[in-house]
């Protein structure tokens, strides 16, 4: 999962249109070849299906860093937006698609709420 941080910083200054326009852009987070969604607010889920936590841990790195060095272009301005993100890993243990979906939604919220928590603008892994 992926937070732009102190977004609502951007909404108090640049008000709702900008930051709705932001955040539909698909400037947001630049992922290739895999799903993403708007989650709500500033957050966004991004599923990886092949490349196992290490290989997740890698493209949220890159994400972080791409984000942190690329403008999200609106009308108003450009906004210098950095992301926190949470990454988890679907466990092994046997249930059912929805539980094991809630529980991977659970654990990467956790996370991330921990990097932004802690330090913006970084990746925290499940442990």
């Known amino acids: 999962m992926a937070v732009l941080d102190r977004f609502k910083n ?4 640049h008000g709702h249109t900008v930051c709705s326009y932001a955040l539909s852009s698909a400037r947001v987070v630049y992922v290739l070849g895999d799903w993403i969604a708007h989650f709500g607010g500033e957050v966004f ?5 092949q ?9 949220a790195d890159r994400i972080r860093a791409e984000r942190a060095t690329m403008p999200i272009q609106t009308t108003a301005c450009d906004l210098a937006v950095t992301v926190s993100l949470g990454v988890a890993a679907l466990s ?3 249930r059912s698609a929805t539980a094991a979906m809630n529980a991977l939604l659970a654990q990467a919220d956790a996370t991330l709420h921990q990097s932004k928590r802690d330090v913006p603008n970084r990746v925290t892994v499940a442990g």
């Open 92 to 94: 092994s243990e046997p």
């Open 10 to 13: 951007v909404n108090h200054v």
């Open 51 to 59: 490349p196992g936590v290490d290989g997740a841990a890698k493209i």
């Open 45 to 49: 889920a991004i599923v990886l299906p």
